[in-house]
């Protein structure tokens, strides 16, 4: 097996806990500081250093340069992919008891997955879209029928760019909250950005939740028919 040590070095890469938090907290898709990850780690600047060294090393974070200011962020959708993976096998195994908090509560409601909606309203989005026969959610892939292309492009979703990216056009992407899939791939992320820009959700500080704005909660009970 010449990928089992591959395997096993990245396996013990994200089995660090301050590393763990570091990449859970750029599974939201945004960039951030050194001083930022080192508060998410829980660790000092100087160990969160090593560890950013050995994560860039590993390709599994890329290293951004504005001005005089260092930022990082996953390498790509296929490591947040990875992350939400590892996160439903680690929910298969045995219970442990953890008091609920508000921030798991706003996580489960509505949160990024690297650059698609996670939590209940991804999941009600992938549902009312598979419902109306606009997106066919396989196992392991997903497609846009006709109809869906008309109704995303009538919403504003560019999918001609989506169809130009290099990854995967349509996926489901089993949520670790909920246990059913939302939308990834391209068009997963076409459709947050048009979220985003419609100004239906808006990001949370610090977290990779997401709030559902007044004028969200209008758009997705009007054009989805999601009351959320």
């Known amino acids: 097996m010449p990928d089992a040590p591959q395997m096993a070095e990245v396996a013990a890469l994200v089995g660090d806990p301050a590393r763990a938090n570091i990449l859970c907290a750029l599974l939201g898709g945004r960039a951030l500081t050194a001083t930022e990850l080192a508060f998410a780690a829980g660790v000092s600047p100087q160990t ?3 560890h950013l060294g050995k994560l860039l090393t590993a390709r599994l974070l890329v290293l951004m340069r504005q001005g005089r200011h260092r930022y990082y962020r996953l390498a790509g959708p296929h490591v947040g992919l990875m992350l939400e993976s590892i996160m439903n096998v680690a929910l298969t195994g045995p219970p442990r008891y953890q008091p609920p908090s508000k921030r798991d509560e706003t996580l489960r ?23 109306r026969d606009f997106v066919i959610l396989g196992d392991e892939a997903g497609e846009v029928t006709p109809a869906g292309a008309e109704f995303l492009s009538n919403l504003g979703v560019d999918l001609s760019s989506a169809r130009a990216r290099r990854r995967v056009f349509c996926r ?9 899939p939302h939308i990834g791939g391209a068009v997963g992320a076409a459709l947050a950005n048009r979220c985003f820009e419609l100004r239906w959700i808006e990001r949370m500080r610090d977290t990779r939740a997401l709030t559902v704005t007044p004028a969200g909660r209008r758009g997705l009970r009007e054009i989805f028919g999601l009351s959320i």
Do not use: K, N, Q
């Open 48 to 50: 969160t250093s090593g």
């Open 109 to 131: 409601h509505a949160r990024t997955c690297y650059d698609h909606i996670a939590g209940v309203l991804g999941v009600g989005l992938a549902e009312r879209l598979t419902e």
């Open 172 to 180: 489901p992407c089993v949520d670790w909250t909920e246990r059913r």
